[in-house]
């Protein structure tokens, strides 16, 4: 079969593998709608580490091809949503408060680690039963495609960032995962929401969402522009895009007692740090936390859910459409590149 992917840091383009084999709990899958993700394009330049002829992608909609015979809930032909994170639900520690480490650091992300991902002709995946969703009839495929990584990564800096009715909050970058932060935010209470980003397409739809308020790093310290909006500082911040240097900032915005959470890659390089007063010498009760979003059927089911009876509109995010499978080398560049019309791609393979 075909490929798409990374065939050495910084050097992309067409592999040809075998069909992966399809154990008795899994299945194989055809995409049907795919998406490249920053993430793609973070692990091709080198910050995952180094990885060689490996097809990448991690974002899919598609119809299972082959099944495996202990395989329950799915047959051959059914049109399946695919959550970016599938853990093997046989490892100890998914038996903890997060799945995403099943064994290991993140190790759930198989697609960006341990095996192929999505970009193919055919695509695995472990244990169907409980990482697969069939697609629910009133939901678009592009809608569900932007379910499995945007706006669960999105709504998971929400729950981290402990975000109540009436808070004051912050959302630091505002791409397709800041987006849905942003409109996980203000589905689970948000008073004051204010987006720091700017490009306009993003600030547009940032507000659409729901946000209360524009801060651009081009009129001065973001800081300094938060503190001045919220009176004092922000109940919780979500770290959705910037260097190292962003924790200090969110850490600074943040009152006493407040959260910030983190779903931003940073780089290998980045040092993340700051002044022990921006802490309150270490005494401060702000609470930091980051992490990558759940996996799993349940995780994807309940993120349809909100698509479905219309609280959210994922297809918003949605800017640049292509068809065809060679396409995804077009999509992948343009993710790549982040033209300033830019939120996020997508790829029809039928």
Known sequence: MKGFGMLSIDQAGWIEK???????????????????????????????????DL???????????EVGNLVKNFK???????????????????QGEY??????????????????????????????DANLVLLPENVLPEAALMTVDMMSTGFHGVENANVRFGDKVVVIGIGPV???????????????????????????????????D?????????????????????????IAGGNGDILRQAVEMTVPGGYISNVNFFDGQDVLSMPTLSWGLGMSNKTIRGGFCPGGALRIRKMLHMVQHGRVDTTKLITHRYNGFSKIEDAFYLMDQKPKDLIKPIVFID
Not at 122 to 127: A, E, I, W
Not at 180 to 203: D, E, F, S, W
Not at 214 to 238: N, R
């Open 18 to 52: 075998e069909r992966p084999e399809c154990g008795a709990l899994d299945a194989i899958i055809r995409p049907t709608v795919l998406a490249p993700c920053s993430s793609d394009n973070h692990l091709l330049h080198g910050g995952f580490g180094d990885r060689k």
């Open 76 to 94: 051959i032909g059914d049109i399946v949503v695919v959550p970016c994170t599938t853990p093997n639900w046989l490892a100890e520690n998914v």
């Open 99 to 128: 799945n995403t480490h099943d064994e290991g650091l993140m190790k759930s992300f198989k697609f960006l680690g341990s095996k192929d991902g999505t970009f193919a002709e055919y695509f695995h995946v472990n244990q169907a």
């Open 55 to 65: 097809i990448l992608g991690h974002e899919a909609v598609g119809e299972i091809v």
């Open 178 to 212: 800041g987006l849905m932060a942003v409109a996980g935010a203000k589905l689970n209470g948000a008073g004051q929401l204010i987006a720091i980003g700017t490009r306009p397409n993003c600030v547009k739809i940032a507000k659409e969402y729901g946000a209360t």
């Open 214 to 238: 524009i801060v651009s790093y081009k009129d001065g310290d973001i800081v300094k522009q938060v503190l001045e909006l919220t009176k004092g500082g922000a109940d919780s911040v979500i």
